[in-house]
Each structure stands twice: as structure tokens, then as C-alpha cells.
């Protein structure tokens, strides 16, 4: 077994659900009249076809059939969406050239000791339009997850990160990950250990960030990455601590080797009774099980100083450099 279809850019298969007998007949008719769509498959209730064959069903379903009845998803994915959101996955078609055509690059943010020495990197993806401009990050994660190409443009963004470790001698590289793209660590996570070791990275220089903790449902598989990780040599980190999921209780539960507190509660905190009592409590458990704490967000030298005295051991933040594209 390999990684599945999903890792990689193929042409979308969808379902549509069309619960009228009556309705689903005429739709036969109609797509049975196209050559180019004959292979069309009817099960149950649902109708499979191609995109270029999903283009013709929804002219033709404005017309003539009860749009706010049908449902679509793209074959893989459990839920069901209403027809009435076609036009984000066909507008989101862009996504598919830039994962082919791996327009992406990564930016270096230092990440500093408590003396203000670099200790590492983290590295942010950016990616690029057939013209050259840059798209931001949220716009092109929201694209992948609308043709269901989270898969694919994570493994490519992991990999991307790697390769740019290569120069960071001596230095950590923190790389983000999405937890909910990878179905399988053995082999969703192959090609990321591969390129470490074509560019001879010691697998103890690079740091996996869990992020998008508040859309992780299922702790266990998570924990089953995590593990996976740890094994090979790599170490972890849980970020945005202090939001969604990642509570005091997750952080006992993954026991990640760096913990970074969200912004959310950096930003201020030498000045916010309640910001400074959560910053206090996330750095209790931090050092309760060993975990590095890395405050990141800061842009104030106030909120540094605040942050170091009580015991924060690593910052990130625009105070001490935004991401640029090489390391400082």
C-alpha cells in the first residue's frame, strides 16, 4: 500500500446525491445523450461522474431540476454539500496547477534564546501564482480544502520546508504539519523522511508543528503521528497553545518536546492580569512534562522581558525578525 490518490493531483471524481427517482432518470437521459460522459455510474441514490461531466449537471440542473434537493461531495470525503457551493470547487481549480507545478517556497522567521541568539527557524510556506505574485497561505489551504486537495498540498508544503532546512547548520527547523492530512503515518509521512535523508538532515534538527489543533477530533490518531515521528528521530511541538484543542490536558497528552503559546495571550501580556495568568499556567505545564515553552508573537520588547523573567526559554516574533526568504 502507497500513499492514496489523495497525496497526489488526479482528476476529481464526484458524487451527486439526487434523492427523486423521477429526477434521476432524467439525468440519466440527459448525460447518457453525451459521449464523452457514457461512463457514467448510478448506485442508490448518488450519481458518479468526472468534473468536466459535474460542469454539464449543474447548467443542467438549473434548468430543469430542484437544485436545493441535490448534494455532491467529492468521492473520498464522508460529507455531503449542498449543490449551491459547486462554484467554490470549480473556481478553486488554480490550486491543482500550483501543487503540479510545486509553486512554493519557504520564508525563514528566527526563532531566539533568552540572550536573543537565533536557535532556529521556522518555516512558513508561500506560494506563488502562474504570475509570479505571492497568494496568500490561508487562500490557498482554503482552495485545497474545497477540491479536497489538503492532502496533496500538505505533503507538498512538508517537503518543500525540508529541502530548505538543508542550510540551517546547527540550527533547528521548525516545520508546520496538518494533522488531518495525513490518514496514515507510514505512508503518508515517507516522503518526508526520504528528503531528509537525500539531503543528509539529521532528523534531530527538525521540529513538526502540530497546527490547526482545533480541527483535530481524533486525539488517538494524532497521538499515532506523533509517535511516528518521535521514532524516526524528529521531535514535535504543539502550537497556538492556549487555543482550540490545545488545552493543559492535550499538552499532557501529547507531551510534545516544544510547546508555543499563542499569540493570542503573548501580544500585551506585560500589561494583562488575565493574559499573564494563562501565560503562567501553560509554562507550569510545560515544565511539568518537559516541554520547551516558545512564546511566538511577540513584537514588544515589554512583553519579551515580562515573558523571559518568568522562565519562557524561546520567542518568535516580529520583534526580532518577520519572514524573510533566506535565513538572517
Not at 448525460?31 to 447548467?59: K, P
Not at 467554490?88 to 507545478?101: A, G, N, P
Not at 504543539?238 to 510547546?259: A, C, F, I, K, R
Request: proline content about 4%.
Amino acid at each position: 500500500m502507497g500513499c492514496r490518490a489523495a497525496c497526489i493531483v488526479t482528476d476529481l471524481t464526484f458524487e451527486v446525491n439526487v434523492p427523486d427517482p423521477g429526477e434521476r432518470k432524467l439525468i440519466k437521459h440527459h448525460m447518457g445523450r453525451l459521449t464523452s460522459l457514457s461512463s457514467i455510474v448510478e448506485e442508490a441514490e448518488y450519481i458518479t461522474l468526472s468534473e468536466a461531466g459535474l460542469h454539464d449537471l449543474a447548467d443542467f440542473a438549473a434548468d430543469y431540476l430542484q437544485e436545493s434537493e441535490l448534494a455532491f461531495r467529492i468521492a473520498g470525503e464522508e460529507a455531503w454539500r449542498p449543490f449551491s457551493e459547486l462554484d467554490t470547487v470549480f473556481s478553486s481549480f488554480w490550486i491543482d496547477d500550483l501543487i503540479q507545478q510545486e509553486r512554493l517556497i519557504s520564508y525563514y522567521q528566527p526563532i531566539v534564546d533568552r540572550e536573543r541568539t537565533v536557535y532556529g527557524y521556522e518555516l512558513l510556506a508561500r506560494f506563488l501564482s502562474a504570475e509570479g505574485e505571492m497568494i496568500y497561505p490561508n487562500e490557498a489551504f482554503s482552495a485545497a480544502r474545497n477540491r479536497g486537495r489538503l492532502y496533496a498540498l500538505d505533503r507538498l508544503c512538508r517537503i518543500t520546508a525540508v529541502r530548505h532546512a538543508a542550510p540551517l547548520i546547527n540550527m533547528k527547523a521548525f516545520i508546520n504539519f496538518v494533522p488531518t492530512s495525513i490518514y496514515s503515518p507510514e505512508f503518508c509521512l515517507q516522503s518526508t523522511v526520504a528528503v531528509a535523508e537525500q539531503f543528509n538532515i539529521d532528523p534531530y534538527q527538525l521540529v513538526f508543528e502540530v497546527v490547526e489543533t482545533d480541527k483535530v477530533e481524533d486525539v488517538e490518531h494524532l497521538k499515532s503521528i506523533l509517535q511516528y515521528y518521535r521514532e524516526k528521530g524528529f521531535h514535535y511541538a504543539l502550537d497556538d497553545v492556549g487555543e482550540g484543542y490545545s488545552t493543559v490536558e492535550l499538552l499532557g497528552d501529547l507531551q510534545p518536546h516544544y510547546m508555543k503559546l499563542d499569540r493570542t495571550y503573548v501580544d500585551g501580556v506585560a500589561n494583562d492580569a488575565d493574559k499573564q495568568a494563562s501565560a503562567q499556567l501553560f509554562l507550569r505545564k510545560a515544565k511539568e512534562i518537559g516541554s520547551v515553552p516558545l512564546a511566538e508573537g511577540i513584537e514588544a520588547e515589554e512583553d519579551f522581558l515580562w515573558l523571559k523573567e518568568q522562565g519562557y526559554e524561546l520567542f518568535q516574533g516580529y520583534y526580532f525578525g518577520k519572514p524573510a526568504p533566506s535565513p538572517l
